[in-house]
Nanobody
Framework: QVQLVESGGGLVQPGESLRLSCAAS????????MGWYRQAPGKQRELVAT???????NYADSVKGRFTISRDNAKNTVYLQMNSLKPEDTAVYYC?????????????WGQGTQVTVSS
């Protein structure tokens, strides 16, 4: 049974930091890219950041320079360090894992963790 367990969300004030974690378990095939997406109320889900198995990263323009994605391949865990948070960063953040190739390729989503930035 595949599980993506997210943690680290919460309520913070503008300018503060949070660190999200997502631990994947039960995935049978090789994990390729891992990433974070977010969805604010009334908006579509959008990419925040991704990281390949080799460590190449990609960020949304809105978070470049403030957020850092990293992963621990031995633990099948991906992290998102969020600094200088803004009210517009408020959203539910979802972990995303891409695994396998060809017929065995699959994409998994976490249950989401709420991040609220408000004074």
């Amino acid at each position: 049974q595949v599980q993506l367990v997210e943690s680290g969300g919460g309520l913070v004030q503008p300018g503060e930091s949070l660190r999200l974690s997502c631990a994947a378990s039960g995935i049978r095939f090789r994990i390729n890219a891992m990433g974070w997406y977010r969805q604010a109320p009334g908006k579509q889900r959008e990419l925040v950041a991704t990281i390949t198995s080799g460590g190449d990263t990609n960020y949304a323009d809105s978070v470049k320079g403030r957020f850092t994605i990293s992963r621990d391949n031995a633990k099948n865990t991906v992290y998102l360090q969020m600094n200088s948070l803004k009210p517009e960063d408020t959203a539910v953040y979802y972990c995303n894992v891409d695994s396998g190739t060809g017929y065995f390729k699959a994409v998994y989503w976490g249950q989401g963790t709420q991040v609220t930035v408000s004074s």
